[in-house]
C-alpha cells in the first residue's frame, strides 16, 4: 500500500498499519541522510575548527519547515525534532560540546536541550564567562548564554575579528506564542570557516541602563539584550556595559554603529559610547499568523 493512497482505512489495524510504514520510511531517511553525511565528511573534510557550522544554512532550513507546515501538528514539536536532527549530524561531521551557564539560570540548559538534543555533549558551568572561556580554549565548541542583566559582563571577551569567541546565533529562533522552552540566549563560537554576513549585527559597548533609554532604543530597531550596571539602574549616560543588536542591512558593522550612535543620540536623546562588533545571527522568525 502506498503511503499516499488516498483510499478509505478499512479499520483501526489498517491505520495502525499506516503509522508503522511511515515511521519506517521516517527511520530509513534518517539512515539516508547520515550516509550522505559520511559522503559529506569524506568531500570536505569537516574534522577542522568550527567546519561543521553553518548558522545561514541552518536559518534557511528552518525557515523552509515554517513555510512548508500545515495541520494540527503544533509547530515547536516539529521544530525540536529538526534541531535535534540538525544538531547531531552537525557533531557527527565535527563532534562539539556545548558549554552552559548554569550558575544564574537554570532555564539556560533548557533552551540549550531543546536545540541541541541529547545526544551533542554538554559541559555545564557556574557563569556566562566561564562559558566563553571554555569556548575560547576550544576548536570548535560552542556556549549559550542568556539574555538580560548580567552579574558581571560577559561578553567583554568577545570580538567579531580575530582568533576570539563571537556571537553566532540567537535562540529562540522561531517565534512561536507559548513555546514550552522560551528563555532568550545566544550561541558563541570561535570563528567559523566560512562565514555569512548576519543580517543582525551584534554590538558591544557603554550606555544607559534604565528601561526607558532600552525602550527607547527598541523604537529605534536596536535591541538590548544583555546589559551589566554595577551600580544599579541610574548609571548615568554610558554607564552600563550593554549588548546590542541591530538589523545590518549590507552594511559594514562600522557603518552600522556610526549610525546607531548618531540616531541614539538625535532621535531618542540616548548616548551609546564604545561600540565594538562582537558577532551577529539571521534574524529570528516571526510566523504569520494562522488564518
Do not use: C
Request: charged share 20%; aromatic share 6%.
Amino acid at each position: 500500500m502506498a503511503l499516499d493512497d488516498p483510499a478509505p482505512p478499512r479499520d483501526l489495524a489498517d491505520l495502525r498499519a499506516r503509522i508503522d510504514a511511515i515511521d519506517a520510511e521516517m527511520h530509513g531517511l534518517l539512515i539516508r541522510r547520515s550516509e550522505i553525511i559520511d559522503q559529506l565528511i569524506s568531500v570536505k573534510r569537516t574534522a577542522e575548527t568550527g567546519a561543521a557550522f553553518r548558522p545561514a544554512r541552518e536559518a534557511a532550513m528552518m525557515h523552509a519547515l515554517v513555510d512548508r507546515h500545515r495541520g494540527h501538528l503544533p509547530l515547536v514539536t516539529v521544530e525540536h525534532v529538526w534541531r535535534e536532527v540538525i544538531a547531531t549530524f552537525t557533531w557527527l561531521q565535527a563532534p562539539y560540546t556545548v558549554h552552559v551557564a548554569t550558575g544564574d539560570a537554570a532555564e539556560t540548559r533548557d533552551v540549550a536541550r531543546f536545540y541541541f538534543g541529547f545526544t551533542v555533549p554538554f559541559e555545564t558551568v557556574d557563569q556566562p564567562s566561564d562559558a566563553v572561556a571554555a569556548v575560547a580554549r576550544s576548536t570548535s565548541d560552542l556556549a549559550v548564554v542568556r539574555l538580560g542583566e548580567a552579574a558581571q559582563p560577559w561578553w567583554l571577551g568577545l570580538s567579531a575579528e580575530g582568533a576570539r569567541p563571537r556571537v553566532i546565533g540567537r535562540l529562540p529562533f522561531i517565534g512561536i506564542d507559548s513555546r514550552p522552552v522560551a528563555t532568550p540566549a545566544v550561541v558563541l563560537s570561535m570563528p567559523l570557516r566560512d562565514p555569512v554576513e548576519p543580517e543582525v549585527q551584534v554590538f558591544a559597548g557603554r550606555g544607559p541602563a534604565d528601561p526607558a533609554a532600552h525602550a527607547a532604543l527598541a523604537a529605534l530597531g536596536a535591541e538590548v539584550l544583555a546589559w551589566h550596571a554595577p551600580w544599579g539602574h541610574h548609571t548615568g549616560a554610558v554607564g552600563a556595559d550593554l549588548v546590542i543588536a541591530v538589523a545590518g542591512n549590507g552594511r559594514r558593522p562600522a557603518e552600522t554603529a556610526a549610525s546607531l550612535v548618531d540616531g541614539a543620540r538625535d532621535r531618542a536623546g540616548v548616548i551609546l559610547a564604545d561600540l565594538q562588533p562582537i558577532g551577529g545571527y539571521a534574524a529570528p522568525i516571526q510566523p504569520r499568523p494562522a488564518v
